[in-house]
């Protein structure tokens, strides 16, 4: 089945406590991204990947990092996570060549005391 | 800065009725809109997607329409049903399709 995983869905942390959040697609696509949701401010595009080893900067990249080792593979880095990162996130990916639909995870919950 | 403009209200519609919401958007037209439906706790799931130079697209019971004099796309569904209660969600993606714009989303709710 195509899908798109991450992990955990729910995490509950303190502030400055290093976390990964894990993303992987089973679809060979190309394009990878993150987002962050937060009622009233919708979808914000944190980093994108647009292959292995090219990553760019979304809308809200401070205090995130991102890497593309692998193909099939997009974590998301907090390296000292603070209270303002609470937030939904998700992980979405997509074929290469044009506005090809994303297919995104189920979500990741993350709260940051 | 581009921006995707979403009524935050909520719209409530009978079940039979067409359902239409707006996402106006800021500055040039962007390349595509895509419309995306999400369920609570859950990922947005793909519906339909719209190119600038494209006036209207269907999809079965779905309409969407671009109006770069008004800087406006429409989605519409036709003879809605309780099932089709979700959040519709716009988003702009240019030229090269990486960077993407999202709107906060319309919640359509559809009463039986």
């Known amino acids: 089945e195509a899908q798109v995983t991450q992990n955990p869905r729910y995490l509950i942390t303190v502030t400055g406590k290093k976390l990964t959040v894990t993303c992987s697609q089973n679809?060979?696509?190309?394009?990878m991204s993150w987002y962050r949701q937060d009622p009233g401010l919708g979808l914000r595009q944190i980093y994108y990947?647009?292959?292995?080893?090219?990553?760019d900067k979304g809308d809200v990249p401070e205090g995130y990092k991102v890497s593309r080792k692998e193909k099939r593979n997009f974590p998301l880095i907090l390296e000292s996570p603070s209270p303002n990162q609470t937030s939904l996130y998700f992980c979405a990916s997509s074929s290469a060549g044009g506005p090809n639909e994303q297919f995104f995870g189920p979500g990741t919950r993350l709260t940051v005391l | 800065s581009q921006k995707i403009e979403q009524n935050s209200e909520a719209l409530n519609i009978q079940e039979g009725k067409t359902a239409t919401l707006t996402c106006n958007y800021t500055?040039?037209?962007?390349?595509?809109l895509q419309w995306y439906r999400q369920d609570p706790g859950r990922g947005p799931v793909f519906l339909l997607l719209?190119?600038?130079?494209?006036k209207e697209k269907r999809k079965e019971r779905l309409k969407v329409t671009f109006d770069t004099t008004l800087k406006q796309s429409l989605f519409h569904i036709t003879a809605s049903q309780p099932a089709d209660s979700a959040t519709y969600l716009c988003a702009r993606r240019n030229t090269g399709g990486f960077k993407t714009i999202f709107g906060a989303g319309t919640r359509l709710f559809v009463k039986a």
């Open positions: 990947s647009m292959n292995v080893e090219v990553t």
């Open positions: 679809m060979n696509h190309e394009y």
């Open positions: 500055n040039y037209s962007p390349a595509y």
């Open positions: 719209i190119r600038e130079n494209e």
